[in-house]
């Protein structure tokens, strides 16, 4: 899961809001208390600003939770790239990567 992750946080466009392109897939599970389903919480952070994506949850059974996580990542990937992927300035195409 950890190479899977790393492979969409390496693809993610800079920040759209500080041009940053050191951005994570954060994942939390804040609600925990019953082993038989785990709520999990996917989002996309700026590691300069803070910038982050829309948070992508989901009740899951504990032994599907490597699976969801990398689903729940590629979706809020694609919500944090979802925008123009040309600058204005000299119209070249925006470089990707946690660089």
Request: proline share 6%; charged share 20%; hydrophobic share 30%.
């Amino acid at each position: 899961m950890n190479q899977t992750i790393q492979k969409i946080e390496s693809r993610l466009y800079p920040c759209p809001f500080c041009g940053s392109l050191k951005s994570c897939c954060v994942v939390d599970n804040p609600y925990c208390n019953n082993p038989e389903k785990v709520i999990i919480e996917v989002w996309i952070q700026c590691m300069k600003c803070g910038a982050r994506s829309a948070t992508q949850s989901q009740t899951i059974n504990p032994e599907y939770f490597d699976t969801v996580i990398v689903k729940l990542a590629q979706r809020v990937a694609n919500l944090w790239d979802r925008r123009a992927i040309y600058n204005g300035e000299n119209n070249e195409p925006i470089k990707r990567g946690n660089q």
